[in-house]
């Protein structure tokens, strides 16, 4: 094996280097096909053949297994894969070692079957120190499961047990991490550990320049889309949304962030507007999760998320209503992007749309009325609707209509609270009928009873209040026109 070994492999180098046709040709070029580089290749048999046999270790099967197949070496190529058989028995730095041999000469032939099986064996020892021991590495020596020194005497809580092996594999290339990747996923590697692993790499992986940097981002968000999102940090996600990234990956990031917008917080949406933009913060953005957050329906997302992300979105509109660069229908949108279910009350809303007019003053009266139809009146509290009628900012049309609003609400009200009374009565008679001690009962209904009246009274004290506040406001402004109209009779 040795001599025909040696005679292939001297005869090939010569065969190469003595072609006269070839002058003004780069041998060195030529032998790139080969594993290992060119100017190395005369070099390999030294490193290979010691004491008349083969030496294969981690460091050279991978050269050795891609210069078998290119000789077409049958008996190398049977040693290389016998040996490849033995890789349960490999230290833990051995895999790594191995692979980074691959990773500059992918995908040459011969070679992803190795690489198969280094990543195989990679991902057993992982998931097995993650869930018994933190002893990941194995001993070539003796052939036995050994334990790592340096990761039992680190460990010191079960985190470090599912993330130790993070470092040793910072070193390999971004194709290398999606084949990874994949096979985890393809055997149920927990997600949340992949994803911390995939954004340990982003930071840690050295890189030169801001290409590359892009590059490993990109991949990084390639592969978290294959994940349960709900096992992806979601502040790392937002930082990512900073760096520049291909319009691929950029819908990607923000579809994943967007499903889960009710996890986010005020701070998280307040991304700067991207540079030409006069806007203070990426209004359009927003929008885009909004749009990913109700991409299956509403029907789809229980009511706590929706109320969840409504009152991030009242604390987002609060805090772009002072942009004077915000336009109206930008601003109008942010409103109206969630459905009315999502808000039990449109306070925060209203006080968002009366910053917005404050500091929007040279706005027509039909862009204000534009604005305002984005509150919903039924849900305005007796608070809001008061300071609603004396507020100036607002156009007396909208004012107007919010208070008939509130009018139909109470007539509503008091209709309810009639048709209870007679139905709590009706219920008493067969009670009565059913009982001969009705007292309990009695003392329920007057309570129910005295409660929707008391209540009543209030929600008319409020109306007429605003109904004078009303009268007064129509009167100014009609007088500054030289017109005096009637105002219609809100309350009876």
Known sequence: MRELYLLIWERSVDWLENQGA???R??????????????????????????GKVIITPLNIFNLTCAAHFMEMDNLSDLTEKSLQEVRYWSWHELPAALKQCQEQLPRAGSLALVDKCLDSLIGRVASSCETSPSPSVSSSDGRLSCDTRSTESLKSGAFRATWWFEDLVTLDTELIRMLVKLMVAKNFDNGIISRFLFYYQKS????????????????VDLLESLDVRCVSYKSLFGMLRVGLNS???????SMIGSQLDQATLDDLLVPSPVGTSCLYDVNLVLRLLK??????????????????AV????????VAPDPHLKPSKFLALIIALPDSARDSCDGVYYAVNLYLEVHSGLSEEQKMKVCHGLTYSKLSPQALDHLTRNAKFPPKFAVQAVASQQHKLKSLLQDTSHATSTEGSKQVVLYAKKFNPTDENEKLKAHVQGMQWRVVELEKVCRKMQVHMLKVMKSRMASHGSAKSVPRLCS
Not at 27 to 46: C, V, Y
Not at 292 to 309: D, E, H, I, T
Request: glycine share 8%; proline share 3%; hydrophobic share 40%.
């Open 205 to 220: 992986r050295f890189v030169t320049s801001a290409d590359e940097k892009t590059k490993i981002i990109e991949a990084v």
């Open 312 to 319: 991030l979105m009242d604390l987002f509109l609060a805090e």
């Open 248 to 254: 691929s990956s950029r819908d990607k990031l923000e």
């Open 26 to 51: 780069s041998f060195e070029g030529d032998l790139q096909r080969l594993p290992g580089r060119g100017s190395e290749f005369r070099a390999h048999h030294k490193i290979l053949l010691q004491q």
């Open 292 to 309: 990913s957050f109700l991409g299956k329906g509403v029907c789809c997302l229980p009511l706590s998320r929706l109320r969840k992300a």
């Open 22 to 24: 070839w002058r003004g």
